[in-house]
């Protein structure tokens, strides 16, 4: 009886090691979702406000090697103009983006 409660014991402490793995791994190559979210809305206030235009953003995504999130947008009455906003730490307003690189096919 005793083995039975120290291996139930040991399975649960290794099924929480492992869940936890888990969860940093994904966070660490995707992101969170509250960080995408955060950074979705500081990235629209960005491009509009610079722009003073609205703008759609179609996609957020999390780069694991730069630690930073990116995100594509394009004008309400342009949308073939793709724009790519960046977090970027060293820059006043924490973000960049790619004016004079604008693509012309938008990315879905």
């Known amino acids: 009886m005793r083995n039975i409660k120290a291996t139930k014991i040991i399975l649960i402490v290794f ?3 492992i869940l936890s793995f888990s969860v ?3 966070t660490v190559f995707y992101g969170t979702p ?3 979210q ?3 809305i500081k990235m629209d206030n960005y491009i509009s406000e610079k722009y003073q ?5 179609t996609k957020i995504s999390y780069n694991f090697l730069s630690e930073t999130y990116q995100g594509y947008a394009y004008p309400k009455e342009h949308p073939n103009l793709l724009f790519i906003i960046e977090q970027d730490r060293d820059t006043p307003l924490g973000y960049s983006d790619n004016y ?3 693509m012309w ?3 879905s």
Not at 53 to 57: E, I, Q
């Open 38 to 40: 955060k950074h979705e």
């Open 105 to 107: 096919e938008v990315v």
């Open 15 to 17: 099924a929480g090691v």
């Open 24 to 26: 940093y791994a994904y």
């Open 100 to 102: 004079p690189k604008v």
């Open 34 to 36: 509250w960080g995408k």
């Open 53 to 57: 235009t609205d703008f759609v953003l």
